[in-house]
């Protein structure tokens, strides 16, 4: 979220809501949402920041099970690359399950030498990149 916030110019404005209530990863592509259970044959993150551990931790749980099929695809925003957190982690997913799990990262600050994505997480990006 901070680096959508990071991104706005003045006087734009942002609506946000969610997620709400709990939610738990059941493996096996199974998720409880406030109790109610559903299942999804893939699974799309949007992590930045601190927030990046507790998708970290349902991407290590999926792709660990060897009898969990779900695929994963997982934006990972930040703002410098000194902010990427688990960035070992997640490319050592990506090149080991590469056929289940798929990362991209982006910065929104950046050196000329960055060449990930150079932006901010929007709806493009998000089009291109979750299932």
Same mark, same amino acid.
């Given at each position: 979220m901070s680096n959508v916030l990071d991104c706005l110019r #003045?006087? #734009?404005e942002v609506e946000a809501k969610g997620p709400s209530g709990a939610i738990r990863h059941q493996? $096996?592509?199974r998720f409880a949402i406030d109790d109610r259970q559903h299942?999804?044959?893939? /699974?799309?993150? /949007?992590l930045g920041g601190l927030d990046v551990a507790p998708g970290h931790q349902v991407i290590a749980r999926?792709?660990?099970d060897k009898t969990d099929k779900t695929k994963a695809r997982a934006i990972d925003a930040n703002k410098s690359e000194d902010d990427i957190l688990l960035v070992g982690d997640l490319d050592e997913f990506s090149r080991t399950y590469k056929d289940q799990f798929e990362i991209v990262h982006m910065l929104s $600050? $950046?050196?000329?030498?960055?060449k990930g994505h150079k932006d901010c997480?929007? #709806?493009e990006i998000i089009n291109q990149h979750v299932f």
């Open positions: #003045e006087g #734009e493996g $096996h592509g299942t999804f044959d893939n /699974v799309s993150l /949007v999926i792709l660990k $600050h $950046h050196g000329d030498d960055w997480v929007n #709806e």
